[in-house]
């Protein structure tokens, strides 16, 4: 593990914290590059829609998965 390339770490709903496969380099030039970083870095659970309190139209809320990746040590 390189962490002194800053590699992205994420958790989620309890789960521990894994290492992605992203450094921050590379997630900020997918993420200009308009890739689905949510989608790679959680595995895919049900979307679900709610309504978006200011515009009042209708949102889709993505379901989160866990965190994709190495357990971080």
């Avoid at 002194?4 to 958790?11: E, R």
């Avoid at 709903?13 to 890739?35: D, K």
């Avoid at 679900?48 to 809320?61: D, E, W």
């Amino acid at each position: 593990m390189r962490l002194q390339t800053g590699t992205i770490v994420t958790a989620s709903n309890g789960q521990p914290f894994v290492s992605t496969e992203h450094t921050l380099r590379s997630w900020l030039s997918a993420w200009l590059a308009g890739v689905d970083l949510f989608e790679e870095m959680f595995e895919p659970r049900p979307s679900r829609v709610g309504i978006n309190s200011f515009t009042k139209q209708p949102l889709v809320i993505k379901g989160q998965g866990k965190p994709r990746g190495v357990a971080w040590p």
